[in-house]
């Protein structure tokens, strides 16, 4: 039996300055010490973005997807949306909903910085179970490999992005849960916070977390199972191209320059991918060969494979 969608059991928890929104997902657990799973979305997402991976799950498996501050049923905070605050946020959230089990964390593109963020506020016992890192941001990504290149940005503009990168005809959801995604991507509400996140928040919070020199107490999660999904960076950025030339965009420059960004994305993702793989003496790295960035739209199978081998390798330690 599925689990139910994400918009079927909200709780909102009181944090102490305003309400977030969580919803549970399957049977409570037998013991406290049984690990659970957290979703983490990435920068202008909401819980929405995980609907399959969810259905995909266990159904004897306990987990969470919430809704950051702004989102859907969540109230907007006091505080601006850093990945520093974001990541206090969640451990309010975790306190005071309160979730005890172990935590089995799953983010996805900025959630990579969010969940540095929240090790380096909480630590990783003995809430932490393992990680798996969906595509996500590691701290060096910016001098690597701009997801925000300007003359890219030129290239695509204009495009629907979910049509132009092929999600809107590859993804998993069901038409009910994409119809639920697509409608709560257009909300005001969502278009705002997601603008503060991504235009105000997103790139300097690289430098804020390389900052803290996390990097040098690795492995930072000791022994625990981290599992590290990669993308097809240059499906994405190949695909807005031959859109954007299709619609005239750019100069003969400005083409060869992003010819260039996609013929190097996918060497460079997976420098960085690497880079994970250095928070555990138990880590693995996968690629997603048949997706862009947002492997949980397309290939949510691979995520819910992460969160298996994370509790295989609990079972096995």
Same mark, same amino acid.
């Given at each position: 039996?599925?689990?139910?969608? &994400? ?8 944090i102490?300055?305003?309400?977030l ?11 406290? %010490?049984?690990?659970?799973?957290l979703?983490?979305s ?5 819980? #929405? ?8 799950l ?10 950051r ?6 109230? #907007? ?9 974001? =990541? ?5 959230l ?14 996805h ?9 929240? @090790? ?5 016992? &003995? ?9 996500a941001?590691?701290?060096? =990504? &910016? ?8 003359? #890219?940005?030129? @290239?695509?503009?204009? /495009?629907? &992005? ?16 994409w119809? =639920? ?6 909300t ?22 390389? %900052? %803290? ?9 000791? +022994? ?25 965009n ?6 060869s ?7 190097? =994305? ?22 997603? /060969? ?14 819910? +494979? ?5 509790? +295989?390798? /609990?079972?096995t330690?």
């Open positions: 039996m599925s689990s139910p969608t &994400p918009s079927s059991n909200p709780t909102l928890v009181n102490g300055t305003h309400s929104a969580l919803y549970t997902h399957g049977p409570e657990p037998s013991s406290s %010490k049984d690990p659970v799973v979703f983490v990435g920068v202008a997402s909401s819980s #929405l973005v995980w609907a399959a991976v969810v259905r995909l266990s159904p004897s498996l306990r987990s969470y997807t919430y809704d501050s702004g989102y859907r049923n969540s109230e #907007l905070s006091p505080l601006a949306p850093t990945a520093e605050n974001i =990541a206090l946020e969640l451990s309010l975790i306190n005071k909903a309160p979730i005890s089990n172990p935590l089995i964390i799953v983010g593109s900025w959630a990579g910085v969010i969940i540095h963020e929240f @090790i380096a506020l909480t630590g990783t016992e &003995p809430h932490i179970a393992g990680l798996v890192l969906v595509d941001n590691h701290e060096t =990504a &910016p001098q690597v490999l701009n997801v925000n290149d300007p003359i #890219l940005q030129v @290239i695509s503009e204009g /495009l629907e &992005p979910y049509s132009s990168k092929g999600i809107e005809a590859e993804h998993k959801l069901t038409q009910e849960e119809d =639920a995604f697509r409608s709560d991507q257009a005001e509400k969502t278009t705002l916070i997601g603008f503060k996140e991504d235009s105000e928040q997103y790139a300097p919070s690289f430098e804020t977390l390389r %900052k %803290k020199e996390l990097g040098k107490r690795q492995p930072l999660v000791g +022994d625990k199972p981290v599992y590290v999904i990669g993308s097809t960076r240059s499906r994405d950025w190949g695909r807005l191209y031959k859109a954007g030339v299709e619609k005239g750019g100069t003969e420059e400005q083409r320059h992003v010819r260039e960004l996609i013929r190097t =994305a996918d060497e460079k993702s997976e420098g960085l991918m690497k880079q994970f793989l250095k928070l555990s003496t138990k880590s693995k790295l996968v690629f997603a /060969l048949e997706s862009g960035h947002f492997i949980q739209l397309t290939q949510p199978d691979i995520v819910v +494979d992460g969160v298996r081998w994370v509790l +295989d390798g /609990l079972q330690s």
